[in-house]
């Protein structure tokens, strides 16, 4: 059998008004929400570390309350990555990793660093801002995941750039925003934002099979050849990779059954 990574479908956030009586039981104490949720999935993105600081308390509590295994990616701060100069956002990172998140020990996963659809791709600048990440906190690996929405970076200078650093670009299944599916870490990270209310399982099962097909593939090592690639002549090196995938944006009403449903097509 091919060795693989660890593949984690999930959702954005656990607090959602649809999702009560459907995703969460109906009469579920808000409280035991994210318990809930943490039951049914293995990794969830956080949005509210993107707007403002938390206390090392509630990222504590939130460790609490999930299983082994469990996996929370974090959306570093707006303050950092909405600046004009990338180069002198060093002490905005150091904020972000100062606020206690290490509280969450080994369910820290992917740091996603969200770019406006404004910023370009200045290469010098980007650079520098890459070599201001971190790579580990307070003994903590860090892993560090970049979305960038601007045409500008389907150039292979940042694909090379983003593999010298290890870190890896959202593979963004957007209507509007760049798709850069290339390999560029020891992870991948996806999310799928073009989901529908009207579908039970947010996307439809044939693109959850085709979904599937492509974490596999990731998760084995290997490149997903069906997707637009920015430098299709580069080989990543070929090894297990862990695999993180998002419905999050459109279709958040059923995101939490595509989720489910995604994962057990992968989990068999």
């Not at 990794?43 to 206390?55: C, L, P, W």
């Not at 509630?58 to 996996?71: D, L, M, N, R, Y």
């Not at 862990?242 to 419905?247: G, I, K, S, T």
Request: proline letters at 7%.
């Amino acid at each position: 059998m091919t060795s693989r990574g660890n593949i984690r479908v999930g959702i954005g956030g656990w607090t959602f008004e649809p999702w009560e009586g459907s995703f969460y039981p109906e009469k579920l104490a808000k409280k035991r929400q994210l318990e809930h949720a943490a039951s049914k999935l293995k990794v969830i993105e956080v949005n509210g570390t993107y707007y403002g600081s938390q206390k090392p308390e509630t990222f504590a509590k939130w460790a609490s309350e999930v299983p082994e295994g469990f996996i929370f990616s974090l959306k570093a701060s707006r303050f950092t990555t909405n600046r004009k100069v990338l180069a002198e956002a060093g002490e905005s990172i150091e904020r972000f990793f100062a606020q206690g998140l290490t509280e969450l020990g080994p369910h820290l996963g992917p740091i996603l660093w969200q770019f406006a659809p404004t910023k370009k791709f200045q290469p010098d600048d980007f650079e520098a801002f890459l070599k201001l990440l971190p790579e580990t906190v307070e003994g903590l690996p860090l892993k560090h995941v970049v979305e960038v929405r601007h045409d500008s970076f389907k150039v292979p200078e940042f694909v090379h750039l983003l593999a010298e650093h290890n870190v890896a670009p959202v593979c963004a299944e957007h209507h509007d925003y760049p798709m850069i599916a290339d390999v560029t870490a020891d992870f991948v990270y996806a999310r799928l934002q073009k989901g529908s209310d009207d579908v039970a399982t947010c996307y439809p099962e044939s693109e959850l099979q085709a979904w599937k097909g492509r974490l596999e593939t990731w998760g084995e090592g290997g490149v997903a050849n069906d997707l637009p690639l920015i430098d299709p002549d580069r080989q990543p090196k070929r090894q297990p990779r862990d695999v993180y995938a998002f419905f999050i944006h459109e279709g958040k009403v059923n995101a939490p059954q595509g989720a489910m449903a995604l994962q057990a097509l992968i989990d068999g």
